[in-house]
């Protein structure tokens, strides 16, 4: 598997985890310290602002996991990638692409950008 | 025009720059003085490598343009859009995807992706 897609998997493993406990050992072993995460809706700084970020998103959408979609991407300490949001059986209802810097090696900064999104009702 | 349109209309106005006082003037006036650009092929950081990068591009492709495609979207300091590159009458040889970060309302950070390129002859 490529690091970009190596990157992209255990990302969105972290969006998937709905055990808190699990995700802070996932953000201290993958994130650095001060990681930084932010898309249209959300932001946070550090593994306790971004667990809950994620844990959020489980509250609302409870039935809802997050998947890769198309071929993540790399260089040096950089990658994208694109991802589906929706019940596990059916149609994603979101869809987005992250744009990742690492360094060394833990994941420093997150901007995620959104891809499609629902009608207004 | 929204700010991530008029962001990505105004980068694209530096990469078709020719002239490179004026790619000078456009950096000075739109770009951190330590703002850093980086893709698969190069990078550099500050106005006079960043300069020097569009320069190579027009001296290897002098016929070549940059033209926006899709629509650019942004939040807060980030921004994306994607670009083809390719003759001024004709289709694209190269797309790409480039995120954006401002600093105080000016260009920081680049870091490009490439959507498409030629096939390997």
């Known amino acids: 598997m490529k690091q970009a897609e190596q990157l992209a998997?255990?990302?969105l493993a972290l969006w998937n985890?709905?055990?808190p406990?699990?995700?802070l050992d996932l953000?201290?072993?993958n994130w650095t310290a001060d990681a930084r995460y932010a898309d249209p809706l959300m932001k946070g700084v550090g593994a306790a602002e971004i667990s809950a970020l994620v844990g959020a998103v489980h509250d609302r959408?409870?039935?809802?996991?997050?998947r890769l979609t198309g071929a993540p991407d790399g260089f040096e300490d950089f990658a994208r990638f694109s991802w589906a949001f929706g019940p596990e059986q059916g149609d994603a209802v979101v869809e987005g692409t992250d744009f990742v810097r690492q360094a060394n090696g833990r994941i420093a900064s997150?901007?995620?950008f959104l891809d499609r999104v629902p009608a207004e009702a």
């Open 61 to 66: 959408f409870p039935a809802f996991r997050f």
């Open 21 to 23: 406990k699990r995700r």
């Open 110 to 112: 997150v901007t995620g």
């Open 9 to 11: 998997t255990a990302y």
């Open 17 to 19: 985890e709905r055990d």
């Open 27 to 29: 953000l201290a072993s």
